[in-house]
């Protein structure tokens, strides 16, 4: 039970919600929403950090338990409310049970998770959770057509492997060039310094990833980026935090000066779903006990509200 607290939901009229911001809950086995959130909490855990972001859906959740009474209200960042009365519905499926000393059985729930959600030709929106869960979020597109990823995040994740483990944290863009259904990869935010070695960079270079460092989001904007993504592009979205500058997300795994700002992102999202199809969005590495008075949770939600509010209005005959 995620608690009322005494702040701005006392306002807004906030009670007891379990769910994304007060969302109606839906299980996976009984789809009938457009837009499904899902939690994941943890996909490949580590010797040496465990699950280190399993809390990571709850504590989203309860800082954004503070607006469940508000999803009637005009978000000026959507130009509406989130869900718009002639877009898709929405609904919350809970979090996908997950087990610490079951790397492999964790990956394959969340991968037929994210199949039953597809199945049904809804939009599944993953509220990690550790760096891997874009490894089986990807692989359930298998089958279903030809895929942009658009990875915003401060490291490149192009390991082969990290301690024998190869579906891990530092693999998944290496992991994702490797299935057939991905055809294109836009990495954007990387910056300093992080597990990949130079021959990483060209490992990814050679199999014709786009780079926009952090500090070319900066110095040019977002419109250089959208300009990669094909109209009418399927493109999955895969978001870490630490894409974030550290001044506004504190909670995650390895800290880096010098990240994108939050209307950054939310213009890069808010770009891609204005010429494309965004086709599914997780959001990873998220550490509640690294937060600072839930300012990193709220950003995280924040930014899930965007790409909640962006995909419903894509079931809809317009973008609001």
Known sequence: MIERRSSIGTMFGATAATTFMGLPAEPLDAITADVVVVGAPCATPYAAVGAYCAAAPFAIRSAMANYAAALSHHDFDLGGPLVPADGGTVADAGDIAFAVDDAAGNRGRIK???????????VPVVIGGDDSIPIPVLSAFQSRGKFTVVQIDAHIDWRDEVGGERFGLSSTMRRASEMTHIERIIQIGQRALGSARPDDHRAASAAGVTFVAARDVHRHGV????DLIPDGASVIVTFDCDALDPSLMPAVIAPTPGGLSYYQVVDLLHGIAAKARIAAFDLVEFMPERDIAELGALHAGRILVNAIGLIARQFSTRLA
């Open 112 to 122: 037929r998770a994210i199949a039953a959600i597809l199945d049904h030709g809804s």
């Open 223 to 226: 419109r250089p980026i959208l």
